[in-house]
């Protein structure tokens, strides 16, 4: 079965650089979210999208943007890089909001040097 | 808020040993809770769940209940294998319907 894809699976960035990371959701989910999983912690929600449409907003630096576009992926964009934004970033989809059952990419690790 | 409050780590266990790893609830009403697990170098996958009070939810020998008198959804497996080494998540679903993770404990498993 079609699982979350995610690219880059990793990269590395130097400080104040761009960052941009895709995520390809499940097919017919309908909701993407983003979570940033620093060393030895426990995944934050960054931001999700319910029909391309943003849904709600976690922890998300002012730095970072996303979006959801017509064919459901969505990107997740990083500006002005700090080391402390190094960690792993999740992307998670699923069909029908409010259930909290996720299917989760494997990750992308950036890397900020 | 929501939240949940686990059990830390890291565990350290032999082969074929009982494995608990304790997981409270802090909630209004009755969230959906839920169990992750995150093998070395992978992403979050979904180990179990239970939506209501007294359910239980099993999977690959784990299992958890859903307790409402003691708020608790503690995940307990008979006999771990190696392959059972990973970081496992408690997790709840806030009144915003994010998914709220506690803050994983460690198993490692030795043959």
């Known amino acids: 079965a079609a699982g979350v894809i995610q690219s880059p699976r990793h990269l590395i960035k130097e400080k104040r650089e761009t960052a941009t990371l895709k995520c390809y959701p499940i097919?017919?989910?309908?909701?993407v979210y983003w979570y940033q999983q620093g060393p030895g912690q426990d995944p934050q929600f960054l931001i999700s999208?319910?029909?391309?449409?943003?849904?709600d907003k976690g922890s998300i630096p002012d730095r970072f943007s996303a979006q959801q576009f017509s064919d459901y992926h969505s990107e997740l964009n990083m500006s002005s890089l700090e080391l402390g934004d190094s960690a792993l970033y999740f992307c998670?989809?699923?069909?029908?909001?409010?259930?909290?059952?996720?299917?989760f990419g494997e990750g992308s690790r950036l890397t900020v040097l | 808020g929501n939240s949940v409050t686990q059990m830390e780590g890291p565990v350290t266990l032999s082969e074929e040993a009982f494995l608990t790893i304790n997981c409270t609830y802090t909630?209004?009403?009755?969230?959906?809770l839920f169990w992750y697990v995150q093998y070395p170098g992978e992403g979050l996958q979904l180990l179990l769940k239970?939506?209501?009070?007294?359910d239980k939810g099993s999977n690959k020998g784990f299992e958890a209940t859903y307790r409402k008198e003691t708020t608790s959804f503690h995940l307990e497996k008979g006999s771990v294998q190696v392959s059972d080494s990973a970081v496992y998540f408690c997790?709840?679903?806030?009144?915003?319907?994010?998914?709220?993770f506690g803050a994983g404990t460690t198993v490692t498993v030795r043959a």
């Open positions: 998670a989809s699923s069909s029908k909001t409010r259930t909290g059952e996720l299917f």
């Open positions: 997790a709840l679903i806030r009144n915003d319907y994010k998914l709220s």
């Open positions: 999208f319910y029909e391309k449409m943003q849904s």
């Open positions: 097919p017919r989910h309908d909701t």
């Open positions: 239970a939506t209501k009070a007294d």
């Open positions: 909630a209004t009403g009755y969230p959906s």
